[in-house]
């Protein structure tokens, strides 16, 4: 079932028209469905059973409201940063709960984690290795790691991995792996307890999964026949949704499939870390139409939500499905290019676009949940949006809009007298 739809020709999210959203909270603004959170967790959790995990990825929306939605539901977390951690924390959530993956790691985020009794480091590279040894032996811990390796799977029968494969900044490259695994299994403050890998977002079929399925189990039986007992495996997020028309990813298969995989590793707890496949669909970016322009042969919609906003049509080109919050206007449909405020020409929401719009209308960028408002920023000075969250009838701030105060907090001007 779908939590955002239209009823009697407006567009609404549970119980609450959109249009009513708009006025009683302003533009733009973030509107997330609780309910649909809570069934696109439900939909991962019904083909998972104990002991296996689900890691809600933070990067995707990290808003407190939606970690604490989580927490309550018995989610663990997988940050790439020490700010995610405290942020989990600070929703009520479990730092055993977490696993800790990302590149870059400083020595002071190592130490926040192991100090706070983090559930797992994901280490990305030999050299990370040593430096979370030097921190566990100056805070006397034992560090529980996995190693993160890539699977290289094969890019071109799947074209939409990015992360998995050999020449990129992620992980340990599958043919290197065996030396980092011995040594950490040989150091006296680390704790070896498992694989992951996380082969790319946006993957729309379970095949690339399985596959990198495969390598994985294959490489717990090589380090078994090495000696070294791995716990866990972690086999990352990446689950695509359908920002344009086209199957979804089929997520009882690739579950089912995995479990059939693991039935021979009964001492192997599996691990997912799905994003976007939690929050994605059940986000709306709604936006107003300032002025409708044409010029030469082309028209514009320029509207109040910008790339500050909404960052992914402008990073990677990502399509967004635009629609009129209100099906029932007189205004004829147009080909128009949907953008923002930004002084930028690449601040666009979606081009060559059929909108039935006139100024002063309200659109909806749907799918707008996972990797909007946490890429959003203050460009151009810009007070990023606030963020509510919807269950039933009822409607809650999640996020306050941000004020002039909030964006010059910190900053100091040189003379003032
Ligand atoms: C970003 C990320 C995820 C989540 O990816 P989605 O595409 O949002 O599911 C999971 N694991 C790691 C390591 C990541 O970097």
Same mark, same amino acid.
């Given at each position: 079932?779908?939590?955002?739809?239209?009823?009697?020709?407006?567009?609404?999210?549970?119980?609450?028209?959109?249009?009513?959203?708009?006025?009683?909270?302003?533009?733009?603004?973030?509107?997330?469905?609780?309910?649909?959170?809570?069934?696109?967790?439900?939909?991962?959790?019904?083909?998972?059973?104990?002991?296996?995990?689900?890691?809600?990825?933070?990067?995707?929306?990290?808003?407190?409201?939606?970690?604490?939605?989580?927490?309550?539901?018995?989610?663990?977390?997988?940050?790439?940063?020490?700010?995610?951690?405290?942020?989990?924390?600070?929703?009520?959530?479990?730092?055993?709960?977490?696993?800790?993956?990302?590149?870059?790691?400083?020595?002071?985020?190592?130490?926040?984690?192991?100090?706070?009794?983090?559930?797992?480091?994901?280490?990305?590279?030999?050299?990370?290795?040593?430096?979370?040894?030097?921190?566990?032996?100056?805070?006397?811990?034992?560090?529980?790691?996995?190693?993160?390796?890539?699977?290289?799977?094969?890019?071109?029968?799947?074209?939409?991995?990015?992360? @998995?494969?050999?020449?990129?900044?992620? !992980?340990?490259?599958? #043919?290197? %792996?065996?030396?980092? =695994?011995?040594?950490?299994? $040989? +150091?006296?403050?680390?704790?070896?307890?498992?694989?992951?890998?996380?082969? @790319?977002?946006?993957?729309?079929?379970? !095949?690339?999964?399985? #596959?990198? %399925?495969?390598?994985? =189990?294959?490489?717990?039986? $090589? +380090?078994?026949?090495?000696?070294?007992?791995?716990?866990?495996?972690?086999? @990352?997020?990446?689950?695509?949704?359908?920002?344009?028309?086209?199957?979804?990813?089929?997520?009882?298969?690739?579950?089912?499939?995995? +479990?059939?995989?693991?039935?021979?590793?009964?001492?192997?707890?599996?691990?997912?870390?799905?994003?976007?496949?939690?929050?994605?669909?059940?986000?709306?970016?709604?936006?107003?139409?300032?002025?409708?322009?044409?010029?030469?042969?082309?028209?514009?919609?320029?509207?109040?939500?910008?790339?500050?906003?909404?960052?992914?049509?402008?990073?990677?080109?990502?399509?967004?499905?635009?629609?009129?919050?209100?099906?029932?206007?007189?205004?004829?449909?147009?080909?128009?290019?949907?953008?923002?405020?930004?002084?930028?020409?690449?601040?666009?929401?979606?081009?060559?676009?059929?909108?039935?719009?006139?100024?002063?209308?309200?659109?909806?960028?749907?799918?707008?949940?996972?990797?909007?408002?946490?890429?959003?920023?203050?460009?151009?000075?810009?007070?990023?949006?606030?963020?509510?969250?919807?269950?039933?009838?009822?409607?809650?701030?999640?996020?306050?809009?941000?004020?002039?105060?909030?964006?010059?907090?910190?900053?100091?001007?040189?003379?003032?007298?």
């Amino acid at each position: 079932m779908m939590h955002i739809d239209f009823y009697q020709q407006q567009l609404t999210m549970e119980r609450i028209s959109v249009a009513d959203l708009a006025k009683q909270y302003g533009t733009p603004l973030y509107a997330y469905s609780k309910n649909q959170i809570l069934a696109n967790w439900h939909r991962f959790q019904q083909y998972w059973p104990n002991p296996h995990r689900l890691c809600y990825a933070v990067k995707a929306n990290s808003n407190l409201a939606i970690l604490e939605l989580l927490v309550a539901q018995g989610a663990g977390f997988d940050i790439v940063s020490g700010g995610e951690l405290k942020r989990v924390l600070h929703a009520g959530g479990s730092a055993k709960s977490v696993v800790f993956s990302g590149v870059a790691k400083s020595t002071e985020e190592l130490t926040y984690a192991l100090e706070q009794g983090i559930g797992c480091i994901n280490v990305e590279s030999a050299a990370e290795l040593e430096r979370i040894q030097e921190v566990a032996k100056s805070l006397n811990v034992m560090a529980p790691v996995s190693l993160r390796v890539n699977p290289d799977v094969d890019a071109k029968t799947h074209p939409y991995i990015a992360t @998995g494969m050999k020449a990129n900044k992620f !992980g340990i490259a599958m #043919d290197d %792996a065996m030396p980092v =695994f011995q040594r950490a299994h $040989n +150091l006296s403050h680390i704790s070896l307890i498992g694989a992951d890998c996380h082969i @790319g977002s946006q993957i729309m079929s379970a !095949g690339p999964f399985l #596959d990198a %399925a495969k390598r994985m =189990f294959h490489l717990v039986d $090589n +380090l078994q026949q090495q000696g070294i007992e791995l716990t866990h495996l972690d086999l @990352g997020g990446g689950f695509g949704v359908t920002y344009e028309d086209v199957e979804p990813l089929d997520i009882q298969q690739y579950l089912t499939g995995l +479990l059939d995989l693991a039935k021979e590793y009964p001492h192997i707890t599996l691990l997912l870390e799905p994003g976007r496949a939690i929050v994605a669909d059940a986000g709306l970016l709604i936006t107003k139409v300032e002025y409708l322009k044409h010029s030469n042969d082309k028209s514009f919609a320029l509207v109040d939500a910008g790339m500050n906003d909404m960052l992914r049509p402008s990073l990677y080109q990502a399509w967004h499905e635009i629609i009129a919050v209100s099906k029932d206007n007189n205004s004829t449909d147009k080909l128009v290019d949907v953008v923002g405020p930004v002084c930028e020409t690449g601040c666009f929401l979606g081009h060559a676009r059929h909108l039935n719009v006139a100024q002063g209308d309200l659109l909806a960028i749907k799918y707008a949940g996972a990797y909007g408002f946490t890429m959003s920023s203050n460009y151009n000075t810009r007070a990023r949006p606030a963020e509510v969250l919807v269950d039933g009838n009822e409607s809650f701030v999640i996020r306050e809009r941000e004020t002039f105060d909030d964006l010059i907090r910190g900053e100091r001007l040189l003379q003032r007298d």
